[in-house]
């Protein structure tokens, strides 16, 4: 994303979660930058470029977040699972 300016970089990473519903940590990853470069992004300086779009992103990140524990004991029960396959 270089040479790209604060303001399209905030758009887009916008667009991309919105369209794929992905999390802060895999916007993260597929546009090379940190986390928390993405949650500043969205949700502070979005509100200034593009309120409409920073409300519509703010939506799929509290879903993101209240699922997020499910997802997290998914992930476990994934890797105990792997576990005790090779067990047996």
Do not use: C, Q
Request: charged share 35%; glycine share 6%; no cysteine.
């Amino acid at each position: 994303m270089k040479g790209v300016s604060i303001e399209e970089r905030a758009t887009e990473l916008a667009h991309y979660i919105i369209d794929s519903k992905d999390t802060v940590r895999g916007a993260a990853k597929k546009f090379g930058i940190s986390k928390s470069t993405v949650h500043k992004d969205v949700s502070e300086r979005l509100i200034k470029i593009n309120p409409s779009l920073a409300k519509a992103v703010r939506i799929i990140l509290d879903e993101n977040k209240a699922e997020r524990h499910i997802r997290g004991g998914m992930a476990t029960k994934l890797k105990y699972s792997h576990l005790k396959s090779d067990d047996e």
